[in-house]
């Protein structure tokens, strides 16, 4: 998930501020400082430059605001639409309930992974396993998607350590040897998601190939569904994240970007005024201004809480959620 654009959604300082040597573009044209209602005034604010904490604060203060929204806002969002997938553990393959070995030779296998939907979809795979007759291989394994891109590689399955793949596309686990090998016969049943409310999350196809190079270059063009898993176990936890559009978005013209980054933006003025008034220095700002400061704080609170709300009734933007009213599942509400 893109979260480079986390600091810059909103800018620390519009015409500049003693403490900070620079301060990063603003994608949404707000600034911390600006003269926007819920105003703090940062050079006058700000007790002493030579605090070792204040270049820290204002370096990270939009970033951790961006943060702390997305949190509150995930929270509100459960709340308020239907949540149509929920974050599961699930295992591909069965490791237990069978015995016998494919007896055809084949060198290499595959599971195909193709989502049933697109928009904030995440697999995080944390071990892949090879159930084979033969002992003592060293099994190479590739994850490859549809276009050909590799996510993770080796010639050591063992050494496989874990990867998140987005899916928005279909996904290879490739493993394999140069000699022929013969897996156990597991089938899949109930996994990918499955849950008696909840739909699963991807469609399983599986298959075999005598050639590496086109099997991980040159994936299955047309998909083969199958619940057969040819020994292949693997492991991990299906995520939907119904906000990593984020970055994506466009923070002046779109109504849901632009409303996004003033929640953050009044988020990390709540949190300077927060801060000002809670280090224990005594400065000229905060004794002349208290009253004002403590008025200040009270807009933000609700101007936070007001964004908060409305914000989860113009979202169209992943496939995690839909509105009230809408479908959950083949249930209508």
């Not at 013969?182 to 739909?199: L, M, R, V």
């Not at 936890?237 to 970055?247: K, R, S, V």
């Not at 978005?249 to 005024?273: E, I």
Request: aromatic fraction near 12%.
């Amino acid at each position: 998930m893109d979260i480079t654009c986390y600091n810059n959604i909103v800018g620390v300082s519009q015409n500049g501020c003693s403490c900070l040597d620079a301060s990063a573009e603003s994608l949404s044209g707000l600034y911390l400082d600006d003269a926007t209602p819920g105003h703090i005034p940062l050079n006058a604010s700000i007790f002493s430059c030579n605090e070792a904490d204040i270049a820290t604060f204002l370096t990270t203060v939009i970033e951790k605001a961006t943060v702390q929204t997305l949190t509150a806002l995930r929270m509100t969002a459960d709340k308020v639409m239907n949540k149509r997938y929920l974050d599961m553990n699930t295992v591909i393959g069965w490791k237990d309930t069978w015995t016998a070995h494919i007896e055809e030779d084949h060198l290499w296998y595959y599971l195909e992974l193709k989502p049933k939907f697109k928009r904030g979809l995440y697999f995080k795979i944390d071990s892949i396993e090879w159930m084979i007759q033969e002992t003592g291989r060293t099994i190479k394994y590739k994850i490859v998607d549809e276009f050909g891109n590799d996510a993770a590689s080796g010639t050591d399955l063992s050494l496989f350590g874990g990867v998140t793949l987005q899916m928005d596309r279909r996904w290879f686990i490739c493993v394999g040897d140069e000699t022929t090998a013969h897996p156990k016969n597991t089938t899949a049943k109930e996994c990918c998601g499955y849950s008696p409310t909840f739909p699963t999350y991807i469609i399983l196809g599986s298959g075999y190939s005598e050639d590496w190079t086109s099997l991980i270059n040159q994936p299955q063009t047309n998909f083969m569904k199958s619940i057969d898993t040819y020994g292949i176990i693997v492991t991990g936890q299906f995520i939907c994240n119904g906000f990593d559009f984020i970055c994506s978005l466009d923070f002046k013209n779109s109504n849901w970007g632009a409303l996004f980054a003033n929640t953050v933006q009044q988020q990390a003025r709540l949190n300077l005024a927060r801060w000002l008034v809670s280090n224990n220095k005594i400065t000229n700002y905060i004794l002349l201004n208290s009253e004002q400061l403590a008025q200040t704080m009270q807009y933000l609170e609700e101007k936070v809480s007001e964004n908060l709300a409305y914000l989860p009734t113009i979202y169209n933007y992943s496939d995690c959620y839909t509105c009230p009213g809408s479908y959950k599942g083949a249930i209508l509400i």
